[in-house]
């Protein structure tokens, strides 16, 4: 596989070479996601998430992939959770604004 400098991508197989033309080769622009704060992480209270994104919805996931649930606060832009009641370990936070859905490793002391 070679990709020539008009963006083509051209790609050898048993029976030839192919040519692979409008591909984009880009990855999308994930800027968004440095507007998240997480804090504080490592946590065994009250986790908070601050943003400038309106946050739409969010899940918290544990390493089994199950939905966890735990007490939450939220308004448009931020999101408290109370985790005091979880297990301890590594959980994902997946939060879904307008455009994404941007996921946070989180642990829980």
Same mark, same amino acid.
């Given at each position: ?54 946050? #739409? ?14 007490? +939450? $606060?939220? +308004?448009?832009?931020?999101?408290? $959770?109370?985790?005091? +009641? $979880? ?11 307008? #455009? ?10």
């Amino acid at each position: 596989m070679a990709i020539d400098s008009q963006n083509n991508v051209w790609v050898a197989t048993s029976t030839g070479v192919t040519k692979i033309s409008g591909v984009e080769l880009s990855v999308p622009d994930l800027s968004e996601e440095a507007n998240i704060e997480i804090y504080p992480n490592p946590s065994s209270s009250n986790l908070i998430v601050k943003t400038e994104l309106q946050i #739409h919805d969010f899940r918290l996931i544990n390493t089994a992939g199950c939905e966890v649930k735990c007490p +939450s $606060l939220a +308004s448009v832009n931020d999101l408290q $959770l109370d985790v005091t +009641s $979880l297990d301890k370990g590594f959980y994902i936070l997946d939060i879904k604004t307008e #455009h994404q859905n941007i996921r946070k490793p989180l642990l829980i002391e």
